[in-house]
C-alpha cells in the first residue's frame, strides 16, 4: 500500500533556480533585482517586528489592495493579492479548470505552468511558439499548433520568459478575442518592457492580469504578487485561496513600496541600461543574443555548448541559468545584474574564449 496518491508520486515537481550562500559569488540565475528595496520599505518593514507578530495579518490585504486599485484605476474589487504570483497561478487552475481539462501555455515560457496543470490533475496544452518566439498569428494557431480557443484557462507571460520577448498590446488584444475561456497574462517582467497589457484586463471579462513585487520591486523574499481583472474572477480566486495568504511583513513591505515609485523606476532605468549594454558587448564576443523587454537574456554562446558554458562560468563563481528544453537547450539566460557584475560576467566570457 502506497500513502500518496499516485498522481503525487509521478509528478515532476518544479526546480527552482538554486539558491546558494556562497560568498563572492556572482547570482545572475533567477532574475532576482540587484539593487536592494528603497530605504524606507526596509524602515517599514523592521518597525514592524515587534508584539504584533503574534496577531493575524488582513485577511484580504485590504490596504495594499486599496493602493493598487488606485495605482491601476480599478476597484479593490478587481483586486487579489497573493502569496508571490505564483500562488494566484495556482489558485487560477482550481478556480477555473476542472481536473482532466486542459491547462494552454505556449512553449518556451515559464516552466511553472505544466506544473501547476500536473498538480490539478489538468490535461497540458502545450503551443508552440515561432522559431523567433513570437506568438504565431491567429491563422496559423487555429491550423495546427494544438491551440484551443475553448481551453478553460490559458497562460502568457509577457514579456516572455525565458526569451525576454515582448508582445504587443494589440497582438494580445486580438488573442484575447479570440479566446473564450479565461487568458492569464502573466506580467512579471512588465516594469523593465516597453509596453504592457494591464488595459487588457479591464477591457475583457475573461482576462486576468497578473503581477509581482518579487523581480521589479526587489521583494523576492516577501513574497507578494497580485493579479487583476473582472470581478466574477477575481471573487472566485478569493473563494478558493487561504484565509491568510498574504503574510503581514508582505503586506507592509509592498504598502511600502507603492510610496517609494520614483526609487524604483530608476532602477528600472538602470537595469534597462545595462542590459542593453551587455547585450552589445555579448554580440561582440559572439553571442547570440535575443532582443530582451525584461531584465534577462537569453543568449546562444560561441564555441561551447551552453551546458559546458555554465558549468565554466560556474567554475568562475558566475550563477547562470541553463534551461533543459528542447527549444532552448542550445541557450543560457542571464539576469541583468549591476554595471559591475555585467562586467565581471564579460571578463570571464573573454577568459573562457581565450
Ligand atoms: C518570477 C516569475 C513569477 C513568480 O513570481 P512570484 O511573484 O515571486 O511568485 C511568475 N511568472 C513568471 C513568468 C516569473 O518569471
Not at 500562488?87 to 481536473?99: C, H, M, N, S, W
Not at 517582467?189 to 492580469?209: C, K, Q, S, W
Not at 470581478?231 to 484565509?243: E, G, M, N, T, Y
Request: hydrophobic share 45%; proline share 7%.
Amino acid at each position: 500500500m502506497t500513502l500518496v496518491r499516485q498522481l503525487v508520486e509521478r509528478l515532476h515537481a518544479y526546480v527552482p533556480g538554486e539558491q546558494p550562500r556562497i560568498a563572492g559569488l556572482i547570482k545572475l540565475n533567477t532574475n532576482e533585482n540587484p539593487y536592494p528595496p528603497a530605504p524606507q520599505v526596509l524602515r517599514a518593514v523592521k518597525g514592524a517586528v515587534d508584539g504584533r507578530l503574534r496577531l493575524y495579518p488582513n485577511p484580504t490585504a485590504q490596504a495594499l489592495r486599496v493602493k493598487l486599485a488606485r495605482l491601476h484605476r480599478c476597484a479593490p474589487a478587481n483586486l487579489i493579492v497573493g502569496n508571490g504570483s505564483d500562488e494566484l497561478l495556482a489558485l487560477a487552475t482550481r478556480a477555473f479548470v476542472e481536473p482532466g481539462e486542459c491547462v494552454q501555455y505556449f512553449v518556451p515560457s515559464y516552466s511553472l505552468y505544466p506544473v501547476l496543470s500536473d498538480i490539478h490533475g489538468a490535461r497540458r496544452g502545450p503551443v508552440p511558439l515561432c522559431a523567433d518566439f513570437g506568438i504565431p498569428s491567429l491563422k496559423e494557431l487555429r491550423v495546427g499548433r494544438r491551440w484551443q480557443a475553448r481551453a478553460p484557462l490559458t497562460f502568457v507571460t509577457t514579456p516572455n520568459a525565458p526569451s525576454g520577448r515582448g508582445y504587443a498590446t494589440d497582438e494580445l488584444r486580438a488573442l484575447c478575442r479570440a479566446h473564450r475561456g479565461v487568458v492569464v497574462l502573466d506580467e512579471a517582467y512588465a516594469d523593465f518592457a516597453t509596453e504592457n497589457a494591464m488595459a487588457l484586463a479591464g477591457e475583457f471579462p475573461h482576462v486576468l492580469v497578473s503581477r509581482t513585487f518579487s523581480k521589479a520591486y526587489s521583494l523576492c523574499f516577501q513574497r507578494v504578487g497580485y493579479m487583476v481583472g473582472h470581478p466574477a474572477l477575481i471573487a472566485a480566486l478569493d473563494k478558493v485561496r487561504d484565509s491568510y495568504n498574504v503574510n503581514g511583513l508582505g503586506q507592509i513591505a509592498a504598502l511600502a513600496t507603492l510610496a517609494a515609485l520614483p526609487f524604483y523606476r530608476r532602477n528600472f532605468r538602470r537595469i534597462r541600461e545595462t542590459r542593453d549594454r551587455l547585450a552589445r558587448q555579448l554580440s561582440r564576443l559572439g553571442f547570440d543574443v535575443l532582443p530582451s523587454e525584461a531584465n534577462f537574456l537569453l543568449v546562444r554562446p560561441p564555441r561551447f555548448a551552453a551546458k559546458v558554458w555554465l558549468q565554466r562560468l560556474r567554475a568562475k563563481k558566475i550563477l547562470v541559468r541553463w534551461f533543459d528544453q528542447p527549444a532552448i537547450a542550445d541557450r543560457l539566460r542571464f539576469t541583468v545584474g549591476t554595471p559591475r557584475e555585467a562586467d565581471a560576467l564579460l571578463r570571464v566570457a573573454r577568459d573562457i574564449l581565450r
